[in-house]
């Protein structure tokens, strides 16, 4: 995810919407543009191919995938930003995050004509998105001055006061508002990501939430009606238990301690029939056995030279291969460029049984210092047959990787659009990029989302799955996940 612990944590009581926008759009750093546009416009031009990187041009992408449909921002409701996140899917239905005002809801029946039909207006920073059943997840990550569940929409920025999760009931998710809201969970240090863990055997849903590293950020001990705190020595995660019949019940019901990991960025998490695993991405790749979802079981911890701060966490369906990946510069950098080293640009496989690195992929197609990149989050295609990643990397756009031999992992597919804007540095890009029956979807910060067709043998035997939330591998099985409504 993007972070900008001086822009989210800043007294922001005398900023405006427009100021914090524009500063939380700003780059830190002062790019040398006119020498790498020089240098990109002198380059000569691959033939599009899956593997085959070539100079960004207008229509650059493999020939085994190509854009069939996109939303653009084509919003409901005026909020006052286009700012989106990651994105969950179920039925018929993408839910997407938006950073500053809650979540959209499109159409996808038919992916070729995506449609948005509904926009809720409800929260701020950073807003992560899961969905299960009815109930729609929602994460905050900076301290509003919120007294109650309904304040917790549209309060100002606080030194210290509510942030974590808030749940919303959707029953018609054409009709979805802010009225929706039934619950706020305040969790310690906020909710930078959430990872869903449904639990249907005991009628509910758990939430493993991880919060960022508070080094610059609001330390406080709230009272009430919250209750929560932060501090420097944050090192855990929680699990926030939701009652799928009574979801206004929610509520903490662990902390799980790190022993060192600091806190975790995303928390990825397999559930199947023969591995029960979750993977902290934080200081370390932090491995623990969840065959107790209520209380995970560390198993090892692990990382790689060079890499100060994990983001993104993933597993094989088998649970033998851990995957991380992590985001120099903050998103906000273009840390792609030629010149940059290879481990800036890098996905990372492990043996999840030693920690041992198996091999990594470097992102093949030089980005210009005016796009921000790194790898950023990913899915992993539900297929026995192989081991398929979809991985998103901002102005880098969208990759697909075959990992099955994780020590020659290989590029199946690619769509990497050119610069936003060649003259100047700009945010934005691929946040997210997620396979779900049969279509690949990405999350774009300024442009909505994106629904691409790949045809190619890697994916041939993908299943269908009902629903799909970032960080959650949940092999298909209908039997497993039936609606408690």
């Known amino acids: 995810m993007i972070d900008s ?53 207008d229509d650059s992408h493999s020939r ?16 006052w930003e286009a700012f989106f996140t990651d994105a969950a899917f ?36 950073q807003g992560d998105i899961g969905v299960y059943g009815d109930l729609v997840f929602r994460s905050i990550d900076t301290p509003i001055a919120a007294a109650t569940v309904e304040e917790t929409c549209d309060a100002p920025f606080a030194e210290s006061g509510f942030e974590g999760i808030q749940i919303f009931e959707v029953d018609k998710p054409r009709k ?3 009225d929706d809201l039934v619950a706020a969970v305040p969790t310690d240090c906020g909710s930078h990501t959430h990872t869903v863990v449904p639990d249907p055997k005991h009628k509910r849903v758990l939430l493993y939430v991880s919060s960022w590293i508070p080094e610059s950020g609001p330390v406080y001990d ?33 902390d799980v301690p790190l022993d060192g990991g600091h806190s975790c960025h995303d928390i990825g998490v397999l559930l199947n029939r023969w591995r029960k695993l979750a993977v902290c991405a934080g200081m370390q790749a932090i491995v623990f056995d969840i065959s107790d979802l209520d209380e995970p079981e560390r198993l090892r911890g692990f990382t790689a030279p ?36 290879d481990f800036k640009k890098s996905i990372f496989f492990f043996s999840t049984e030693t920690g041992e690195l ?19 989050n ?33 590029t199946v597919a690619w769509s990497d659009p050119p610069p936003l804007d060649p003259s100047a540095p700009t945010l934005g890009g691929t946040w997210g990029s997620y396979w779900y029956n049969g279509f690949v979807y990405q999350t774009d910060i300024t442009k909505g989302l994106k629904v691409f067709r790949l045809k190619d043998r890697a994916v041939k035997h993908a299943r269908e799955v009902r629903f799909l939330n970032p960080q959650t591998q949940i092999w298909p099985d209908e039997r497993r996940h039936r609606w408690w409504r």
Request: net charge negative.
């Open 176 to 178: 979805a508002s802010a």
């Open 306 to 341: 060079g890499v100060t701060m994990w983001h993104s966490a993933a597993l094989s369906w088998d649970g033998r291969v851990t995957v991380m990946g992590w985001e120099p510069g903050f998103g906000e950098a273009p840390e792609c460029e030629a010149l940059d080293p």
């Open 222 to 254: 709230n009272g009430q009606p919250w209750g929560h705190e932060c501090s420097r020595e944050h090192d855990k995660f929680q699990i926030v238990e939701v009652p799928l019949r009574h979801p206004e019940d929610a509520h903490v019901l662990a």
């Open 64 to 79: 085994n995938m190509r854009l069939v449909g996109e939303t653009g921002d084509d919003r409901p409701v005026e909020t």
């Open 378 to 410: 990913y899915s992993v295609v539900p297929t026995r047959k192989r081991d398929v990643l979809v991985a998103g990397a901002y102005q880098a756009g969208t990759w697909v990787v075959d990992f099955t031999n994780p020590s020659r992992p290989r």
């Open 5 to 57: 612990p001086e822009v989210l944590h800043n007294d922001q009581s005398t900023l405006s919407h427009r100021e914090l926008k524009n500063a939380a759009m700003r780059f830190r750093v002062t790019l040398a543009v006119g020498l790498v546009l020089g240098l990109a416009f002198a380059l000569t031009a691959l033939p599009a191919g899956a593997g085959k990187p070539g100079t960004p041009t």
């Open 90 to 125: 179920q039925g018929h239905y993408a839910y997407q995050g938006t950073w500053n005002g809650g979540f959209r809801i499109t159409n996808i029946s038919r992916p070729w004509r995506p449609k948005p039909v509904a926009e809720v207006d409800c929260g701020t920073f």
């Open 358 to 376: 198996l091999g990594t992929w470097v992102l093949p197609r030089p980005q210009s210092a005016v796009e921000n990149c790194t790898i950023h």
